[in-house]
T-cell receptor, first 113, second 118 residues
Framework: AQSVTQPDIHITVSEGASLELRCNYS??????LFWYVQSPGQGLQLLLK??????LVQGIKGFEAEFKRSQSSFNLRKPSVHWSDAAEYFC???????????FGTGTRLQVFP | GAVVSQHPSRVICKSGTSVKIECRSL??????MFWYRQFPKQSLMLMAT?????????EQGVEKDKFLINHASLTLSTLTVTSAHPEDSSFYIC??????????????FGSGTRLTVV
């Protein structure tokens, strides 16, 4: 079974600073990896996903993520954070055989002006 | 783009009553939908996989008699919380699997339902 770990529960950054959110996964084969963002009381919006090919994935809102098989990681990055980026971020792993999508515990991002 | 409509967005019910939540894919067919539960400030916990025309598959620890799932058409899945109790109060989110061609696929999420049992 697949699983996801997001080591950072809460991260605070200043507006304009760079950001990296960590994600580690566990899955026996090549996983499908996703990053979602959730605003309070809302559903989830897809930021980016990785299925195969180029390990550096570009997403919406200036986000990117890099798949590193050797480290079982899929960290999310943004070079300059905006106040509107404050939200909850979830990394998720999908299993091709079952189609299930399993989420990490999430990282709450707070942005200070 | 793909849209999933989830209703109601908020519901308050009395303890012991049942509540039905609908998840509808508006512009694509979804043979597979998923139901998640999210406690405050926590992650999404997968409850069950809903397959059109067949019985839902429940995750370990989820009571199938408490959380009834019906996927009667390619665009609609429903979750019914039966004999609701205050501990069932939570945020419920549905997700529809969309095949995009080849091995590519995506998940479209509803906006969630806040259930409060009093």
């Amino acid at each position: 079974a697949q699983s996801v770990t997001q080591p950072d529960i809460h991260i605070t950054v200043s507006e304009g600073a760079s950001l990296e959110l960590r994600c580690n996964y566990s899955y026996g084969a090549t996983p499908y990896l996703f990053w979602y963002v959730q605003s309070p009381g809302q559903g989830l919006q897809l930021l980016l996903k990785y299925f195969s090919g180029d390990t550096l994935v570009q997403g919406i809102k200036g986000f990117e993520a890099e798949f590193k098989r050797s480290q079982s990681s899929f960290n999310l990055r943004k070079p300059s954070v905006h106040w509107s980026d404050a939200a909850e971020y979830f990394c998720a792993v999908g299993a091709p055989r079952t189609d299930k999508l399993i989420f990490g515990t999430g990282t709450r991002l707070q942005v200070f002006p | 783009g793909a849209v999933v409509s989830q209703h109601p967005s908020r519901v308050i019910c009395k303890s012991g009553t049942s509540v039905k939540i609908e998840c509808r894919s508006l512009d694509f067919q979804a043979t597979t939908m998923f139901w998640y539960r999210q406690f405050p400030k926590q992650s999404l916990m997968l409850m069950a996989t809903s397959n059109e025309g067949s019985k839902a598959t429940y995750e370990q620890g989820v009571e199938k008699d408490k959380f009834l799932i019906n996927h009667a058409s390619l665009t609609l899945s429903t979750l019914t919380v039966t004999s609701a109790h205050p501990e069932d109060s939570s945020f419920y989110i549905c997700s529809a699997l969309r095949r995009l061609g080849g091995e590519d696929y995506g998940y479209t999420f509803g906006s969630g339902t806040r259930l409060t049992v009093v």
